[in-house]
């Protein structure tokens, strides 16, 4: 929390009192007079870049004019520190015959993540922002990870639905990705649905157009939000330009346009525009980290040809191969990085494939479910990776062909395998389930 310090002068005496929120507020030696309301002739604001000090006095909430004494200014204060964009707010006034001056030294933070409008489908988003920076003192665009401007934007996103009769509550969430560090704050319209009734692709030929329909059909029906339509894009979209060597294709919007209205349901189609970029040619495939396997046998796994455009999708269904290819040998944590280098002069692009190959691992042990006792033993006997043998992770396969030669009863089950890797041990756990088909 910011620290707040004051500095008070009264007549010829000179007090100091620094007040910490952490900690207690130093008493002074002297006792000081009791004060009395004046009026707030002057504020002058220091360390602002940002934010004008216009803003700040907003959200400071105090005027010049105004009848202040020691516990306002002290309230006022504090709720400028709570708001968040600043790391430290240090204050001095000085009571005089004609009123209080008051000296205002900030730190703004760059601790600052953007906002996200998940479902405001009446509003473009570049509206919203001018709309909030009309209505909320410091708010520019991006916001803190914690303080009450947060509370703020979502009450002036709240108002704004009223005044427009607009249905729905407004709610806010810091959002992160995976075990990461909060990078967005989502605003969200709940209490009523935004069923998504159609999709297009502004700006794509007829053949995208088919392709990108076919890649998000799942989502119709399902409820709009940005963050839906993002990740989908990603997954789905995305790739169907990867594939042909549109490497860079990013999504530029997504445009909800509302069908209809009730207070329940609000049906809406979404514009999805799609950048695709340049068709990048793939230039040269280069191996790094190799040693279990030659780099002619890593090689032969790809498919992609120098000269032709670079299939992003394919590269990744070939280095699940080369993972395949790795864990047959026992190296079941193996993965592959892919370093691009491109060369926008030539459209071109050279991948480097940096391999990290771990330990290899052992036979553990086998389990068996789903069978009687005589048959479960049948089928332990039937699995041929011994413990510690060099585990081979394409083993399944033959055992399947084998059980089902050795074992009438296996023909009418399904038999599912699980592997528990030992990472401390180096060893793989198998568990084999039959079950009904």
Not at 420 to 426: F, G, P, Q, T, V
Request: aromatic share 8%.
């Amino acid at each position: 929390m910011p620290k707040l310090t004051r500095l008070v002068s009264l007549s010829y005496l000179l007090f100091i009192c620094t007040l910490a929120l952490a900690a207690p507020p130093v008493k002074p030696k002297t006792k000081l007079p009791p004060a009395t309301p004046t009026k707030l002739l002057e504020v002058v604001v220091h360390g602002n870049s940002r934010y004008t000090t216009e803003q700040i006095l907003t959200a400071w909430g105090l005027k010049l004019g105004d009848t202040v004494e020691k516990p306002t200014l002290d309230t006022a204060i504090q709720r400028l520190g709570d708001v968040g964009v600043f790391t430290d707010v240090q204050y001095t006034y000085s009571f005089e015959r004609t009123g209080t001056k008051v000296d205002l030294q900030v730190s703004e933070s760059d601790k600052l993540i953007p906002v996200r409008f998940q479902n405001f489908v009446w509003f473009r988003d570049a509206d919203l922002l001018d709309k909030l920076k009309q209505r909320v003192p410091l708010f520019q665009g991006l916001l803190p990870a914690s303080g009450s401007i947060s509370a703020d934007v979502s009450d002036a996103l709240q108002t704004l639905l009223i005044e427009n009769k607009l249905p729905g509550h407004v709610s806010y969430i810091d959002s992160a990705a995976l075990q990461g560090a909060v990078d967005a704050v989502d605003f969200t319209v709940t209490g009523v649905n935004f069923p998504i009734h159609d999709l297009n692709f502004p700006g794509a030929s007829p053949a995208d157009a088919t392709a990108l329909t076919a890649a998000t059909q799942n989502l119709h029906g399902t409820d709009y939000s940005y963050s839906r339509i993002a990740a989908n894009v990603r997954l789905t979209v995305l790739p169907v330009y990867q594939e042909r060597g549109y490497l860079r294709a990013l999504l530029v919007e997504a445009v909800p346009t509302v069908v209809s209205q009730s207070d329940q349901e609000i049906p809406v189609d979404v514009a999805v525009r799609i950048a695709p970029g340049n068709v990048y040619q793939l230039s040269a495939i280069h191996w790094a980290g190799n040693s279990v396997f030659p780099t002619s046998s890593l090689q032969q796994k790809i498919e992609l040809q120098p000269g032709h455009p670079a299939n992003a999708v394919r590269l990744q269904d070939n280095l699940r191969e080369v993972q395949k290819l790795y864990g047959a040998r026992g190296y079941m944590a193996a993965s592959v990085k892919v370093d691009p280098a491109f060369d926008d002069a030539h459209t071109s692009v050279a991948y480097t494939l940096l391999v990290s190959e771990g330990d290899q691992y052992h036979m553990g042990e086998v389990e068996v479910t789903g069978l009687d006792a005589k048959t479960t033993r049948l089928a332990r006997e039937s699995w041929g990776l011994r413990e510690g043998e060099p585990y081979d992770g394409s083993y399944f396969q033959t055992f399947m062909k084998q059980i089902l030669e050795t074992l009438d009863a296996a023909r009418s089950l399904h038999v599912s395998l699980k592997e528990s890797l030992n990472s401390a041990e180096k060893t793989v756990d198998v568990t084999l389930t039959f079950s009904p088909q």
